[in-house]
């Protein structure tokens, strides 16, 4: 059993739930409910530069909260180790609904109505699906990440891209 700490309070890790450009995502417990851990990695991405990834982190959700994107609630952050804590949502990612033929016409409909939001407040997210979590028929953005507007990284232009069974999507995720 693995255990990591957030401010000196315990959780067992449970399982990897995915790997991004910024960190390590864990299900994690404490006894009385599920978390997802995030670990902040250094690992070099070719395609994008960061700063201060923690500060990016706190500085992103700080901006999504304001602007009114769906995300997990931040519960705990620990500067100096490099890690965060935010709720669970439970339930499949964007990508399993395509697999899987389950993709509903409400779930563009709430995608669509996030980038209103964002592209008003002159931002982006990463709208790769494995970032997007259906709950209770609620689509919800599990990253922290946001960035300046730009046309060519908008939903249209690039994430859709990935949002239905498109050859992108069968490179990425079927083979």
């Known amino acids: 059993m693995e255990i990591m700490r957030i401010n000196e309070k ?6 990897l739930l995915g790997k991004g450009k910024g960190g390590y995502s864990y299900l994690a417990l404490d006894g009385s409910g599920k978390y997802v851990l995030k670990q902040i990695h250094h690992e ?19 901006t999504l909260v304001q602007v009114g994107i769906r995300i997990p609630k931040l519960l705990q952050v620990d500067v100096p180790a490099e890690r965060i804590l935010k709720e669970y949502i439970d ?11 389950r ?5 563009y409909g709430q995608i669509h109505e996030m980038c209103r939001l ?6 982006n997210i ?3 699906p494995t970032n997007f979590v259906v709950q209770d028929g609620k689509l919800y953005y599990i ?18 891209r990935y949002w239905s ?11």
């Open 91 to 101: 339930g499949p990612t964007v990508d399993q609904l395509v697999k899987t033929g």
């Open 103 to 107: 993709m509903q016409e409400s779930y």
């Open 44 to 62: 070099p991405c070719d395609y994008y530069q960061f700063g201060n990834k923690i500060e990016s982190e706190l500085r992103d959700y700080e």
């Open 143 to 160: 990253d922290f990440e946001c960035n300046t507007y730009m046309e060519e990284w908008n939903y249209e232009n690039w994430g859709s």
């Open 118 to 123: 964002l592209y008003d407040a002159g931002l």
């Open 10 to 15: 315990e959780y067992e890790i449970i399982k």
């Open 165 to 175: 069974m498109t050859d992108e999507f069968r490179k990425a995720f079927m083979s």
């Open 126 to 128: 990463d709208y790769y």
